[in-house]
């Protein structure tokens, strides 16, 4: 059973940055997949940006693309996802979630795939 974490949350002025990151409770790199999700108020939840086991790839939503950053550290066992230039439509909880590899892998954004979630993590954008 993997735990995960996130951490580094908050608010911020529209514009600013914000380092989200997700601490598993075993190693993860080889052989899950991971990803940010979030769930805005009144909206479901939304794969934010994935990445597959073994730095196999990462993926991005679109309204992320270009200021978001997914990266699997495997000395620290952390996932961790820099956003940049963020925006009012960013605030949300934002989630970390873990899946074993499969083979064919499933899509990155489908959050029913995913076996293993943290409690998340709330991130406020201030215009």
């Known amino acids: 059973q993997v735990q995960l974490v996130e951490s580094g949350g908050g608010s911020v002025q529209s514009g600013g940055s914000l380092r989200l990151s997700c601490a598993a409770s075993?190693?993860?790199?080889?052989?899950?997949?991971m990803a940010w999700f979030r769930q805005r108020p009144g909206k479901d939840r939304e794969g934010v940006a994935g990445?597959?086991?073994?730095?196999?790839?990462?993926n991005y939503a679109d309204s992320v693309k270009g200021r978001a950053t997914i990266s699997h550290d495997s000395v620290k066992n952390t996932l961790d996802l820099q956003m940049n230039s963020l925006k009012p439509e960013d605030a949300a909880m934002y989630y970390c979630?873990?899946?074993?590899?499969?083979?064919?892998?499933?899509?990155?954004?489908?959050?029913?795939?995913?076996?293993?979630w943290g409690q998340g993590t709330q991130v406020t954008v201030s215009s």
């Open positions: 979630a873990a899946r074993k590899k499969v083979s064919p892998r499933f899509v990155w954004w489908a959050g029913s795939t995913y076996d293993y």
């Open positions: 075993e190693d993860t790199y080889a052989n899950y997949d």
């Open positions: 990445i597959y086991a073994g730095a196999g790839g990462t």
